[in-house]
């Protein structure tokens, strides 16, 4: 249905809402703009930021234990990084629709 109605959603949708194994993924599942997902794209993938989690990931894994002190900043990133899976699922929804529409 996704392809003949050309609604790439539908399947992230089905993974997050029906499929017991992905459910918990963090993906689009309606279409939103493409500025407005441009620019949470431009945000998330600062040089800056990813300085930041590549420099927070190091210092907590480098010596091979996160300790109890570490955790709060362990999961800090977490989540940041499924904001950034979300934008990049959103981003490949829109382009999806774009290419199909050529």
């Known amino acids: 249905m996704a ?18 194994v992905h459910g918990f993924l963090p993906l689009a599942v309606e279409e939103k703009s493409i500025q407005g997902i441009t620019l949470r794209f431009l ?8 300085k930041t989690i590549k420099e927070d990931l190091i210092e907590i894994t480098e010596d091979g ?13 977490l989540v940041k990084l499924d904001n950034m899976a ?9 382009g999806e629709k774009y290419i199909k529409m050529v």
């Open 3 to 20: 392809d003949l109605y050309n609604t790439p959603e539908l399947v992230t949708w089905y993974c997050m809402n029906e499929c017991p």
């Open 43 to 50: 945000r998330g993938f600062d040089e800056n930021v990813l």
């Open 65 to 77: 234990i996160i300790s109890n002190e570490e955790l709060p900043r362990l999961k800090a990133i």
């Open 86 to 94: 979300e934008i990049i699922s959103e981003m490949k929804i829109i």
